[in-house]
């Protein structure tokens, strides 16, 4: 499994913009770039996806770089709901692949108020 | 919106003893997958599983565990000697026939090992 490398730890102020980067420079043709996120005490949460392009959803955007060895997960308006440990994830979808998910260290995201 | 369950949320045992932490996946999901998180270190894959058999499972998943989906509908993990080092948190997970396969995880069972 290609390997992804995040900062240990990130702050953000309430209601301003994050910017998580992920490096992933092994990444193969077939790997998708997850983000998953886990606030304290509870599961991990899927939060995007993308393969090339990039990608919004209600719950932030993910700008993948032309040559896909890095991403950045972008939180528009940061709230204290956001204070989580952020995960990115290489998932190689192709035919075989039983679709685990190999978790790093993640980053860990406080957001003051 | 759908969701991932799990019961007990809490779970305690002596070591030496069998648990079956059970889980109730998205009910039109076909993966399902089990991972633990040990206090202060990150998720651990344990097992996938698909058409009713096991399609992969890491170094952690020796014999003395083992799945099931004995109705349908319920998604068993069973440890069958608990261990001191059992302790943790476990996640059932599961998703979907479509890419990506974006994963959905239940709230969890703490695992307390005495």
């Known amino acids: 499994d290609a390997k992804t490398t995040q900062p240990n730890s990130m702050e953000s102020n309430e209601e301003e913009p994050v910017h998580l980067p992920c490096n992933h420079s092994t990444i193969s043709g077939t790997d998708y770039i997850h983000w998953y996120r886990q606030l304290p005490s509870q599961g991990p949460e899927y939060v995007i996806h993308?393969?090339?392009s990039n990608v919004n959803n209600r719950m932030a955007s993910l700008a993948i770089a032309e040559d896909r060895k890095s991403s950045t997960l972008i939180l528009h308006r940061a709230t204290l709901r956001d204070a989580a440990v952020y995960y990115c994830?290489?998932?190689?979808?192709?035919?075989?692949?039983?679709?685990?998910?190999?978790f790093g260290q993640g980053t860990t995201l406080q957001v003051k108020p | 919106e759908p969701e991932v369950t799990q019961t007990p949320s809490h779970q305690v045992t002596q070591m030496g003893q069998e648990v079956i932490l059970r889980c109730v996946p998205i009910s039109n999901h076909l993966y399902f997958y089990w991972y633990r998180q040990i206090l202060g270190q990150k998720v651990e894959f344990l097992v996938s599983?698909?058409?009713?058999?096991?399609?992969?499972k890491s170094e952690i998943f020796d014999d003395q565990f083992s799945v099931e989906r004995p109705d349908g509908s319920n998604f068993t993990l069973k440890i069958r000697s608990t261990k001191l080092e059992d302790s943790a948190m476990y996640f059932c997970a599961s998703s979907g026939q479509t890419l990506p396969y974006e994963q959905y995880f239940g709230p969890g069972t703490r695992l307390t090992v005495t």
């Open positions: 599983f698909y058409n009713n058999e096991i399609s992969e």
């Open positions: 994830i290489l998932r190689d979808v192709g035919s075989g692949n039983t679709g685990k998910l190999i």
């Open positions: 993308g393969l090339t």
